[in-house]
């Protein structure tokens, strides 16, 4: 069974569009995360929920928006997509915010690709 | 200049070698991570640390507080350990936010 997945794994579209990316997690987690890996390999925070709560919002455009139904899932959505906006994305949780509850377990990534 | 830096960029070893990737940090942190990037894409989680030293299996991280410097080793190295090695901290209060270092390319080869 995966801990973390997400969906869809690839994902090629047209500058201009909007897409959602999906992250389900089945370990019971509170806590779940939004991380962007750039061309050069550099990892990034994007957004943080806490029993469905926004906590962390890092200095991300306002297409990027985060909804988490409940806290098994966290999805993204980004409206009007850019060239910049290709990168990997990864889903992960942790079991909790702070120590030592925040080991994280990361999802696949989603490879997003704009055109 | 990053928060976080990791030493070297890019490492070969022979397989069976005794290795160590270093990690400096410049700010007060509560805890660090250090992750394995896959080939393939996929990130593990090797150790979670705010003190002194961990264990497992062929992997054993350090950390000095007091210095700002965590060390990864992996002893008898073999080529599925060829991966990156990303090492993370969590700043003083920044609620479990990760921040990254640009990570350590490892090639283990027979």
């Known amino acids: 069974d995966t801990a973390v997945s997400q969906t869809p794994k690839y994902l090629v579209t047209q500058m201009g569009n909007d897409k959602s990316i999906k992250c389900e997690q089945n370990l019971g987690h509170d806590t779940m995360y939004w991380y962007k890996q750039d061309s050069k390999k550099f990892l990034k925070i994007m957004f943080s929920?806490?029993?469905?709560?926004?906590?962390i919002n890092e200095t991300v455009p306002n297409r990027f928006s985060p909804k988490s139904p409940d806290k098994a899932h966290l999805n993204l959505h980004i409206n009007s997509l850019e060239l910049g906006d290709s990168a990997v994305y990864f889903c992960?949780?942790?079991?909790?915010?702070?120590?030592?509850?925040?080991?994280?377990?990361f999802g696949p990534g989603t490879r997003l690709t704009v055109l | 200049k990053n928060e976080v830096e990791q030493s070297p960029q890019n490492l070969t070893a022979q397989e069976g070698e005794f290795i160590t990737i270093n990690c400096s940090y410049s700010v007060g942190i509560s805890a660090l991570h250090w992750l394995q990037q896959h080939p393939g894409g996929g990130i593990v989680s090797l150790f979670m640390?705010?003190?002194g030293k961990k264990k497992h299996g062929r992997l054993i991280a350090t950390i000095n507080i007091q210095e700002k410097h965590s060390s990864l080793h992996i002893t008898a190295s073999h080529p599925r350990d060829s991966a990156v090695y990303i090492c993370a901290v969590i700043i003083t209060g920044t609620a479990s936010k990760l921040t990254f270092g640009t990570g350590t390319r490892l090639q283990v080869t027979l």
């Open positions: 992960a949780s942790s079991r909790s915010l702070g120590i030592p509850y925040n080991e994280q377990f």
């Open positions: 640390l705010s003190s």
């Open positions: 929920y806490n029993n469905k709560e926004l906590i």
